[in-house]
C-alpha cells in the first residue's frame, strides 16, 4: 500500500465556518506534511510532523491548525478562513528512518482537497 | 531564499519527440526529485536522485544529479500524449524541508 488518502476530495465554506481536511497513510512513515497550492502555482510547504510532533510551521497563519493524533494520521483543522485561502490542499509522508530527520526522502502525495472559501 | 529556478516554464512538442527540462539553485540540496502532476490530483513521484552525479532512469525518463548539487534535469524521450502535465522539481535541504520549482507544463501535439 503506497497511498496517501485525503478526504474530503472537495470542501467549500463559508468564512465563518469551520471544517477539517484529513489524511491517512498506512506505509509506516513518520513524517507528515500539509503544502498549499494555488492554481499553476508549485506546491508551498506549510507544516510537518515528524514522529508525531510539529517540526516544521512555515509562519502559516493560526487559522491553520494542524493535529497529527498518531502516526497515521494529519489533520488540518480551518478556522475564519478568508477566500485568498482557496487552493489544493495536499497532504503527503516520507519514511524518515532512525528517528532523527532525514535529508534524503521520497515524499508521496495525496490527491488533494480542493478548497473554495466564499 | 533557497529558490529553485526551473526552465523552461512551458513547452509544446510533436509526438515522438525528445523534451529535456532544468532546475537550478544557488543552494546545494541532498536529495533532489521530480514528480508529475495531473489537474486536480496530487504529484506524482518520477525519479528520486540521492547523490551528486547520480544519472538514473524509470523507462523512457531519465534525470541526472548534478555534480556541484545545485542542478538537476529530466529527459523525456519518444514523448507521447499521456505524457502531458506539469513536471516539478524538488529539493530536499535537510530536516524534512522539501522545495518545489515553479513547473514546467508539457503540452505533446499527437
Known amino acids: ?43 508551498e510547504l506549510m507544516f510537518v510532523y515528524s514522529y508525531e510532533k510539529l517540526s516544521i510551521n512555515e509562519s502559516v497563519p493560526s487559522r491553520f491548525s494542524p493535529e497529527c493524533p498518531n502516526s497515521s494520521l494529519l489533520n488540518l483543522h480551518l478556522h475564519a478562513l478568508q477566500p485568498e485561502d482557496s487552493a489544493l490542499y495536499l497532504c503527503a509522508s516520507s519514511q524518515e528512518e532512525g528517528g532523527y530527520r532525514a535529508t534524503n526522502e521520497k515524499l508521496f502525495f495525496g490527491s488533494g482537497t480542493q478548497l ?3 | 531564499g533557497q529558490q529553485l529556478n526551473q ?5 509544446f512538442i510533436q509526438e515522438g519527440e525528445d523534451v529535456s527540462m532544468n532546475c537550478t539553485s544557488s543552494s546545494i540540496f541532498n536529495t533532489w526529485l521530480w514528480y508529475k502532476q495531473d489537474p486536480g490530483e496530487g504529484p506524482v513521484l518520477l525519479i528520486a536522485l540521492y547523490k551528486a552525479g547520480e544519472l538514473t532512469s524509470n523507462g523512457r525518463l ?15 524521450s519518444a514523448s507521447i500524449p499521456s505524457d502531458v502535465g506539469i513536471y516539478f522539481c524538488a529539493g530536499q535541504l535537510g530536516n524534512n524541508d522539501m522545495r518545489f520549482g515553479a513547473g514546467t507544463r508539457l503540452t505533446v501535439k499527437p
Open chain 1, 116 to 118: 473554495s472559501v466564499l
Open chain 2, 7 to 11: 526552465s523552461p516554464q512551458s513547452m
Open chain 2, 62 to 76: 531519465t534525470a541526472q544529479f548534478g555534480i556541484t548539487r545545485k542542478d538537476s534535469f529530466l529527459n523525456i
Open chain 1, 1 to 43: 500500500d503506497t497511498e496517501v488518502t485525503q478526504t474530503p476530495k472537495h470542501l467549500v465554506m463559508g468564512m465563518t465556518n469551520k471544517k477539517s481536511l484529513k489524511c491517512e497513510q498506512h506505509m509506516g512513515h513518520r513524517a507528515m506534511y500539509w503544502y498549499k497550492q494555488k492554481a499553476k502555482k508549485p506546491p
